[in-house]
């Protein structure tokens, strides 16, 4: 252990983006990182969250730890939403600030923004209009994150950041058939119809509807961009209040298109369909990144290459996924063309 550096703590180090930031600063020679799982801190427990913080002596704190999920996990477990996103946040910002913590990166979500803000979404959007109902829970909840920290930097005056990304894929990602996001869930589907020799995979929506993609490293690397920039700098950027900064690749793709490239990059060559019978959510959410450009920072990495990474890291999953495989989707059985069995993909379910 090398004293001389800062005690780093990372809550959530083990999802998609605390695994990548714990990667970046491994990479930029600290060694005097903290980790828990879940099973040895319960964050939502604010008792546990005290004695770790009075042992472990902190310096520094990426929280990253939260509740996420897609549209239908939002939609179904609004209250487990809400609720576990507050505590935790709640516990871990107060007690960095009791136990002497005065630097703390909050990672947030780009669906704190208005359903229907003018694009693309500046950091001054923020509670200018109605957020999207499906997931608001847990945009109020981050909502407050931003807040909490606001507020201890105005009354005590720490130097609590937040950044808020766009929607992230990559190693570490969740690829459960239901409760994942976009990227993975286009993946799993896609891959699963191609072994299966399906015909189609439908998805829901009409397709376009225009997202933004971030690779999880880039968000990373913009994190601890952002942690090491000067006081000075970053209150330049932000204000008094050291508010939120957005972090994205400033580029969007239309759903229809996403689905395309996926495909290709997994090698599916049946057909897709848009069933547009089904809700399109939001229909553009692109952030906004002139600050974080300003401050020195822009994504590196093309979703085309991003994509092959993020299929590359779910091969190597698929011995170990912790959610329970679908069934084989067995060629022979067809629809009333006598086709081979389609796949059926509610992409609103994967979206902020």
């Known amino acids: ?90 516990n871990v910002i107060h007690e960095a600030w009791r136990h002497g913590v005065r630097k703390l990166l909050f990672l947030g979500s780009s669906c704190i923004y208005p359903r229907l803000a003018p694009q693309p979404l500046r950091e001054e959007y923020l509670m200018n209009g109605m957020l999207e109902p499906t997931n608001e829970p847990y945009a109020i909840a981050k909502i407050a994150g931003i807040k909490l920290c606001e507020s201890y930097n105005r009354q005590y005056g720490t130097d609590y950041r937040s950044v808020m990304p766009t929607n992230l894929y990559g190693p570490g990602d969740n690829f459960h058939p239901e409760n994942s996001h976009v990227i993975p869930g286009l993946i799993r589907r896609f891959h699963e119809a191609k072994v299966a020799k399906a015909a189609e995979v439908v998805i829901w929506g009409s397709g376009k509807p225009m997202r933004e993609f971030l690779y999880v490293d880039d968000m990373a690397t913009a994190s601890v961009h952002v942690m090491q920039l000067a006081p000075e700098v970053y209150r330049a950027h932000t204000g008094t209040m050291l508010s939120h900064i957005n972090v994205g690749t400033g580029e969007d793709t239309a759903i229809g298109e996403l689905a395309a490239l996926v495909a290709k990059t997994v090698g599916y060559t049946g057909r897709i369909v848009f069933d547009s019978s089904k809700p399109d959510g939001t229909p553009r959410k692109l952030l906004d990144v002139t600050k974080l450009t300003a401050l020195g920072w822009s994504a590196r990495m093309p979703l085309a290459r991003g994509l092959q990474l993020a299929y590359q890291a779910y091969l190597s999953s698929l011995a170990t996924l912790a959610s329970p495989a679908l069934p084989a989707l067995p060629a022979s059985v067809g629809t009333l063309s006598g086709e081979a069995a389609g796949v059926s993909l509610a992409w609103p379910q994967s979206v902020c």
Do not use: C, W
């Not at 998609?16 to 491994?26: E, N, P």
């Not at 060694?31 to 604010?46: D, K, P």
């Open 1 to 90: 252990m090398n004293d001389k550096q800062p005690r780093i703590y990372i809550a959530g180090h083990n999802g998609l983006v605390g695994s990548a930031i714990l990667r970046v600063l491994h990479a930029q020679g600290h060694t005097n990182i903290v980790t828990r799982s879940h099973a040895e801190l319960e964050l939502a427990n604010q008792a546990q969250v005290r004695a770790f913080f009075q042992t472990e002596k902190i310096d520094v704190v990426y929280l990253a730890a939260a509740k996420v999920g897609g549209i239908h996990a939002n939609n179904t477990f609004p209250a487990e939403f809400i609720f576990n996103n507050l505590m935790v946040q709640a």
